[in-house]
């Protein structure tokens, strides 16, 4: 998956690709600047916004996501990006409230969650399938990366 706002820090960071501690976690790189780019999620908070949700980067704002309803589906177009989005913002909310979770790029440059435990949850791919079906729920997904 080409995310285009990687391309553009991979670009202030010099390189084609992640700084390898960027890749495996903490301990170096820039992890935060990562973290800080992917939850972003523009195109989600504006729509969302016209719903009267707040995105606070907690799992009660991912209940609230979940109750929506999925107007977005009316837009082929719009519906893979904001999908996308939707699965940065559970990551985001996932490595700012499970302990130990923290975000990893794969050697594709993929986006996922690593928890503690090592297993790795494909936020993206999560994201794109509420977008489109309604299911898992993002607090699903939130609740399962929580029991680890």
Not at 9 to 21: D, L, T
Not at 36 to 57: P, S, T
Not at 101 to 110: C, E, F, Y
Request: hydrophobic share 40%; charged share 25%; proline share 9%.
């Amino acid at each position: 998956m080409n995310i285009p706002f990687l391309d553009a820090w991979r670009k202030r960071h010099g390189g084609g690709r992640a700084p390898a501690a960027v890749e495996s976690g903490p301990g170096g790189g820039d992890p935060e600047g990562l973290a800080a780019v992917l939850a972003e999620c523009d195109l989600l908070r504006a729509r969302v916004q016209d719903c009267g949700v707040r995105l606070d980067d907690t799992p009660r704002s991912l209940e609230a996501l979940d109750q929506l309803p999925p107007r977005w589906r009316d837009d082929p177009e719009e519906l893979p990006w904001l999908g996308n989005d939707a699965g940065l913002y559970l990551g985001t909310v996932i490595v700012r409230t499970v302990p130990g979770a923290h975000w990893h790029l794969t050697p594709g440059g993929h986006p996922v969650v690593r928890l503690a435990s090592g297993r790795e949850i494909l936020v993206v791919q999560a994201g794109l399938d509420w977008a489109i079906s309604g299911a898992p729920e993002l607090s699903q997904v939130y609740g399962e990366a929580a029991e680890g």
